[in-house]
């Protein structure tokens, strides 16, 4: 099939959602007015709390939300076919992705920029207030190492990718400092100064790698599973307008142009999808990602349909930089709707290489038992299905691209790197060019994981922050705690997302770490409904979350209960990773109790709230 006709029909209907549907949204369901003040203004503090241009404060939390999830989980998803992940991604973005973005950040701004778990306990009750900060914390932990491995995979041995990495860091602290102290609100320069250092970075890096330099800057993956947490924490601590948000804003635009430009290379060049619509991997059997397509379709893809940890950005960040009320329609539904279509064109991507060179870079070799895994999927689809998925081009691809090797580079990022650098690559004007494309590409996927390693450590520390503000009820003595703990808790947070990352491999970390995201979106479309419940014009108006609230739990645990029951029994086998299996079977049991209580206790509020509106009132000739 032709990749012009999906990704023109994509973009058909997410404009049509933003342009009636978000209407709908911030004119009937929250009614947003400009007259109201934003916490940004109100409780402006120069840290967290700032006014923000709204393209600015969209490029934020563009980066912050989309992190590989849109590009990485399409590209896992290709395994069972480019069918499957593109109706989740289409119809998930625009019926529950975009009003679960849009209700939580709109909630948050009329609670003073207060986090999910707080809404939760004044719209819910104190107890799932509680349990909802425990199970955000566990969430946030799962999440950040799972996006982690992705950039290590990438990373690793690539002197030219570290390269380019680390010349962002100086970009973006250039360019906040030249929006907020050398030329206040000339965001215009700014971002061309920022663009230009990124530039350099792409260019040089391919001078990097074949100077002496080269070994200084090639690290191994155990080195980068290290010094990821150590950067993340440092980030996470400084103030929000140093480093993170221009980073967000320089990053969110490169990933921006970069997938309209996918996209239209995709329409020029008008390649061939040459992974089928359905493989015989449905019901399941890959050595990718194992699981049959329902209900692991919708774990696999997260950001680009609806993601939990969005919530988190949106009760976290963005809220306490909103400058107005209308804002939130394009920061929050915007941003999603850019994200599905960022998602779709990764699956495109990943679904017009040859299927035995995408299942050679994806699959997992690096041990005997995988290899052995990977060699008899290989077998079984031959002997089976008649369908030959055996490398054709991959080292050929390796050479193109400038890298050793691309046989068991886990993690979805180097495929869509590939992938993009081969269509860019049969372009007339730009073709030519391929290893150029394939770092540029591997440049700006890191840039947005690094982004959201920081942001969620950020968003971490503040759920840390509203426990001690809770203990000591004077404001002086609550920011007194909060600016000592800033360091401690950024530091317990990336402490334990990076043992996970140390330990774990890329199928379990992705698995447990969609299970996490998908119960988290579960508990925030929960906490949505309660809100449109209580605060709205009419209930009616609360099927907007409710709908996506009901197929999310029932697709949830589902996967849970097949997922912890598949640990266990790899558990009970013994094996040096017999421990790391118990662990992630109970964490995930641990984690759907605690979304069943959430649920249940959401639904005895919503019956509540049902016959609070049932209560017979009093004429109002009488009331006046």
């Avoid at 230009?196 to 002496?212: D, T």
């Avoid at 991997?281 to 050595?287: A, E």
């Avoid at 920011?479 to 000592?484: A, D, F, I």
Wanted: proline share 5%.
């Amino acid at each position: 099939m032709s990749a012009i006709w999906i990704v023109i029909g994509s973009l058909a209907a997410f404009a049509v959602v933003y342009r009636f549907y978000t209407a709908f949204l911030s004119a009937k369901v929250a009614m947003l007015n400009d007259e109201r003040s934003t916490p940004a203004h109100r409780l402006k503090d120069g840290h967290d709390y700032q006014p923000t241009n709204r393209w600015v404060l969209f490029g934020h939390h563009f980066a912050a939300i989309a992190g590989p999830g849109p590009l990485i989980g399409p590209v896992l998803a290709a395994q069972w076919g480019y069918l499957p992940g593109l109706i989740w991604i289409v119809i998930g973005c625009c019926f529950a992705g975009a009003a679960h973005d849009f209700v939580i950040l709109w909630a948050s701004v009329r609670e003073d920029g207060k986090s999910l778990s707080q809404i939760a306990r004044s719209a819910i009750s104190p107890t799932s207030g509680l349990i909802s900060s425990i199970a955000v914390l566990f969430i946030i932990i799962c999440l950040l190492a799972g996006v982690a491995v992705t950039v290590v995979n990438a990373l690793a041995e690539s002197p030219w990718g570290m390269f380019t990495i680390m010349v962002s860091i100086p970009a973006a602290l250039l360019t906040g400092l030249w929006m907020y102290r050398i030329r206040p609100g000339k965001v215009g320069e700014a971002s061309l100064v920022g663009m230009a250092i990124l530039s350099f970075g792409v260019i040089a890096g391919h001078w990097v790698q074949e100077s002496a330099l080269a070994p200084y800057l090639t690290f191994d993956k155990e080195t980068l599973r290290l010094a990821l947490p150590a950067y993340a924490f440092v980030a996470s601590v400084l103030p929000v307008w140093v480093l993170m948000c221009p980073r967000d804003y320089l990053s969110s635009y490169m990933k921006a142009g970069v997938m309209i430009l996918l996209g239209a290379g995709l329409i020029l060049a008008n390649p061939t999808l040459k992974m089928p619509a359905t493989t015989p991997f449905m019901s399941g059997g890959s050595p990718v990602i194992g699981g049959s397509v329902w209900p692991f379709v919708c774990i696999t893809i997260m950001c680009g349909a609806v993601s939990g940890f969005h919530a988190l950005i949106a009760s976290g960040t963005t809220p306490k930089m909103i400058n107005k009320e209308s804002d939130i329609r394009m920061v929050s539904s915007g941003a999603m709707l850019l994200e599905g279509f960022v998602a779709v064109t990764a699956l495109l991507a990943a679904a017009c290489l040859d299927p035995g060179d995408y299942f050679a870079i994806n699959a997992d070799q690096s041990k005997p038992a995988t290899q052995a895994a990977y060699v008899t999927a290989v077998q079984t689809m031959q002997e089976q299905h008649g369908w030959d998925i055996a490398p054709k081009g991959v080292e050929q691809l390796a050479t193109d691209v400038g890298e050793k090797s691309l046989v068991g580079r886990t993690g979805g990022a180097v495929t869509l790197a590939v992938g993009m650098a081969s269509i860019f690559n049969k372009l007339p004007i730009v073709g030519g060019l391929m290893s150029y494309w394939y770092h540029f590409v591997i440049m700006f996927e890191a840039l947005f994981i690094l982004t959201l390693l920081e942001t969620g450590t950020r968003v971490a520390r503040f759920v840390f922050q509203e426990f001690l503000q809770q203990l000591k009820p004077k404001q002086d003595e609550a920011r007194e705690v909060s600016y000592r703990g800033v360091v401690l808790f950024s530091l317990i947070t990336t402490g334990a997302w990076g043992w996970m990352l140390y330990t774990a491999t890329i199928d379990t970390i992705w698995r447990m770490m969609g299970i996490a995201n998908q119960l988290l979106a579960g508990i925030a479309l929960a906490v949505g409904t309660t809100y449109i419940l209580m605060h709205s014009r009419k209930k009616i108006y609360a099927l907007v979350t409710l709908i996506p609230f009901a197929f999310v739990l029932a697709t949830i645990f589902t996967a849970g209960f097949m997922q912890s029951s598949d640990w266990w029994g790899k558990a009970a086998l013994g094996g040096p990773d017999a421990f790391k299996f118990q662990l992630q079977s109970v964490l995930t049991v641990t984690l759907l109790v605690l979304t069943s209580f959430i649920a249940l206790d959401a639904a005895r509020r919503w019956w509540q709230l049902a016959m609070e509106d049932k209560t017979p009132r009093e004429p109002l000739l009488k009331e006046a």
